[in-house]
């Protein structure tokens, strides 16, 4: 049997979230450079699904392809990080002061990896900004502007809205991150991560990282958005959204029901038991 309990997985979400802790900046900004470029990926692969098939759930079938590969490889994405982490604090009371430098890491590796490849996107769909985006990076464009000055358009409603999709987002990538522990096997862990990753994108939810690379791409072939419509409205309450949604709906919550119980204490003045 290539299961695991669910003690076992949450076992295993601790140690995760302390080996993450252990790693080297070197090593978290590498990591997060590679896991943002392949989500990026992952989610321009999605859109040309979605737009030459005309259904939206091919795409969502198809992007769950860049989580697998980030969680195969061992990369780092700040998103699962968030439900992570917090464990290895509970469990181990390492500082919350190094829970946040390394989330601010992988944040950046994720930004700078995001931008990279929606560079490289932007150039080759456009011929260098010769012709006019068609096809996905239209639709690039045209996302971009539906999560920034689409909420912006409903004010309050439209951070509150954002904010909610965010914390729905989280708890479902981050399944897919604890799913990944559920299996021994290769093929039981892609399908299991494959089931919440896909729920989440067919949705339309908010991952920060996600639009880490589609609002600055879409910016870079003529979405009507500034710097400011994209942290004000998406990037930074997404983020909190996501930092919710991962660490209390997933993380906290399967701690508190699945926690490994520690070993009992034999009682004092107990013979001890002779080994076999």
């Known amino acids: 049997m290539d299961y695991a309990k669910p003690t076992d997985v ?136 539906a999560k920034t000055i689409g909420y912006a358009a409903s004010g309050g409603a439209g951070l509150v809205t954002v904010f909610v999709k965010a914390m729905l987002c989280n708890w479902l990538v981050c399944l897919g991150v604890v799913m990944f522990m559920t299996s021994t096997s290769t093929v039981g862990k892609i399908v299991a991560t494959w089931l919440p990753i896909t729920t989440f994108f067919a949705q339309g939810y908010e991952h920060s990282v996600v639009n880490m690379f589609v609002i600055p791409t879409g910016m870079m072939m003529g979405a009507k958005v500034t710097a400011v419509d994209w942290w004000l409205w998406n990037q930074i309450p997404v983020t909190l959204g996501n930092l919710i949604g991962g660490g209390v709906f997933t993380g906290l919550a399967l701690y508190l029901t699945h926690r490994p119980k520690p070993a009992a204490k034999p009682a004092a003045g107990a013979a001890p038991v002779a080994a076999e």
């Open 10 to 145: 949450v076992a295993n979400m601790i140690e995760a979230g302390r080996t993450k802790l252990n790693l080297r900046v070197r090593d978290l900004l590498v990591r997060g450079i590679l896991a943002g470029a392949i989500l990026a990926t992952a989610t321009t692969l999605a859109f040309g699904a979605a737009l030459s098939t005309g259904q939206a759930l091919v795409g969502a079938i198809i992007f769950p392809v860049g989580l697998v590969m980030i969680v195969m490889l061992g990369l780092e994405l700040v998103t699962g990080s968030f439900a992570l982490l917090p464990l290895a604090h509970l469990e181990h009371g390492i500082p919350r002061e190094r829970v946040i430098i390394n989330w601010g890491w992988v944040f950046a590796g994720n930004l700078i990896g995001s931008l990279a490849y929606g560079v490289l996107f932007a150039t080759a769909l456009t011929n260098m900004g010769t012709i006019e985006p068609a096809g996905v990076a239209a639709q690039v464009v045209k996302v971009a502007e």
